[in-house]
């Protein structure tokens, strides 16, 4: 199907599925349960999986792929923002052409630092992207003031031209984002029983984005362009030896995984018409990396499992204060309950980096393919048994005539 075969067809097939019903996927519990904190399907956070998936699919092309360790990705997230936020401004609140530009300055951006970064190999090309980044940042912050609007961040106002579109709506207000007259923020709710599913147009548009970008990315993986990619992350030096140069692949990679931040960026300020510096601090490019490595580098669908679990720790364990921690524990005496919430203050809340940094130590010890491993683990322990079991009963079958 779609000119993939059959084990990428379902890996799609899955990626769809897990996609189009995350709003029940998300909400397994009812919302007036004490465990309803733990439910994700609100648009939000789902927008949040699906845009920093497609973040992290771009990354993993560089990374994964190629075997090029960026520290500067964040820059291109930013970028794309920041174009979407002033198409916005100057043309209309349709998301698609902000969508186009960010994507079109983020790759030409990407074209720019690649080709000075990867003139270096290894850490000197990971300190490279990392000083790009951050120079990045700086100009954003304090320089580009008239362009970014500094630490106040760029957004929408109701003095901004919208040549194609209105500038106030007839109520006064600034007018939102839309895809052909369907407004991001519009939602419809489902309720189910003590169930409560939210199914939002942001999401959904995100999610299809998604989709496209994970199916570009399983064409890339499969094609000749990605074989040159594996072979230069095995080894770049035996094919120099054989004539073929490798850096017109290497910056292919490096544009089209800024492309992919730049498409991320966009969606970002489509969902939430607002771009700031901070979307391009090291620290966003640190949390793409441990998303691809904790889902698991060089696999399809590593990345995007990898992206959801850090934004779900993000957004539903820093919410747990003590206040939860009480209502948790209160079946305990006073003392105990008191010593229980000290124990388990300090992984969630402000402290959730904590917990996620124990589990991403966790996985590098445990599951160097991160949770794509551990999936297959499990998918090989179940196959054997389902083997022993089947020889089990044709050795009994063969000895039934005898007996």
Same mark, same amino acid.
């Given at each position: 199907m779609l000119g993939l075969n059959r084990k990428d067809t379902n890996l799609l097939l899955v990626v769809l599925a897990l996609t189009m019903l995350a709003p029940f996927i998300l909400n397994p519990f009812p919302s007036g349960s004490g465990l309803a904190q733990f439910n994700a399907g609100y648009p939000d956070l789902m927008q949040r999986f699906a845009i920093f998936g497609i973040f992290a699919i771009g990354f993993n092309i560089l990374f994964g792929l190629t075997g090029y360790l960026s520290f500067g990705h964040a820059a291109f997230l930013g970028v794309g923002s920041y174009s979407a936020v002033? +198409? $916005?401004? #100057?043309?209309?609140?349709?998301?698609?052409?902000?969508?186009?530009?960010?994507?079109?300055?983020?790759?030409?951006?990407?074209?720019?630092?690649?080709?000075?970064?990867?003139?270096?190999?290894?850490?000197?090309?990971?300190?490279?992207?990392?000083?790009?980044?951050? +120079?990045?940042? =700086?100009?954003?912050?304090?320089?580009?003031?008239?362009?970014?609007?500094?630490?106040? %961040?760029?957004?929408?106002?109701?003095?901004?031209?919208?040549?194609?579109?209105?500038?106030?709506? &007839?109520?006064?207000?600034?007018?939102?984002?839309?895809?052909?007259?369907?407004?991001?923020?519009?939602?419809?709710?489902?309720?189910? %029983?003590?169930?409560?599913?939210?199914?939002?147009?942001?999401?959904?548009?995100?999610?299809?984005?998604?989709?496209?970008?994970?199916?570009?990315?399983?064409?890339?993986?499969r094609s000749p362009f990605g074989m040159m990619l594996r072979a230069i992350k095995s080894n770049q030096t035996r094919m120099n030896y054989t004539g073929l140069n490798p850096k017109p692949y290497t910056l292919a990679a490096f544009v089209i995984?800024? +492309?992919?931040?730049?498409?991320?960026? *966009?969606?970002?300020? =489509?969902?939430?018409?607002?771009?700031?510096?901070?979307? +391009?601090?090291?620290? =966003?490019?640190?949390?793409?990396?441990?998303?691809?490595i904790l889902g698991g580098a060089g696999t399809l669908i590593g990345p995007v499992l990898g992206a959801g679990m850090i934004k779900y720790f993000e957004n539903i364990l820093s919410k747990i204060n003590d206040t939860v921690l009480h209502g948790w524990f209160a079946f305990l005496p006073d003392g105990l309950e008191d010593f229980m919430v000290t124990i388990v203050h300090p992984?969630?809340?402000?402290?959730?980096?904590?917990?996620?940094?124990?589990? $991403?130590?966790?996985?590098?010890?445990? #599951? &160097? *393919?991160?949770?794509?491993?551990?999936?297959?683990?499990?998918?090989?322990?179940?196959?054997?048994? %389902?083997?022993?079991?089947? *020889?089990?009963?044709?050795? =009994?079958?063969?000895?039934?005539?005898?007996?």
């Open positions: 002033w +198409m $916005f401004k #100057l043309l209309s609140m349709n998301i698609l052409p902000a969508i186009v530009l960010s994507v079109i300055i983020a790759g030409l951006f990407a074209l720019v630092i690649g080709y000075v970064s990867l003139r270096r190999s290894g850490i000197y090309f990971s300190i490279l992207t990392l000083a790009f980044a951050q +120079m990045s940042f =700086a100009l954003a912050y304090s320089v580009l003031t008239p362009i970014t609007n500094g630490e106040t %961040g760029l957004q929408i106002t109701l003095s901004d031209p919208r040549v194609l579109g209105q500038s106030v709506m &007839p109520d006064g207000s600034i007018p939102v984002t839309n895809l052909f007259g369907m407004e991001m923020r519009s939602a419809v709710d489902l309720a189910v %029983g003590p169930w409560n599913f939210t199914f939002s147009v942001g999401y959904y548009v995100c999610a299809l984005v998604l989709l496209a970008a994970f199916y570009l990315s399983i064409r890339i993986f995984s800024g +492309m992919y931040a730049g498409l991320a960026g *966009g969606l970002m300020a =489509a969902m939430d018409p607002l771009a700031g510096a901070e979307r +391009m601090q090291w620290t =966003a490019s640190g949390e793409v990396v441990l998303m691809t992984f969630v809340g402000k402290g959730w980096h904590l917990t996620l940094g124990i589990l $991403f130590m966790l996985v590098v010890i445990f #599951l &160097p *393919g991160g949770l794509v491993e551990g999936g297959q683990r499990i998918g090989r322990t179940f196959r054997r048994r %389902g083997t022993k079991a089947s *020889g089990a009963e044709a050795e =009994a079958a063969k000895q039934q005539p005898g007996e």
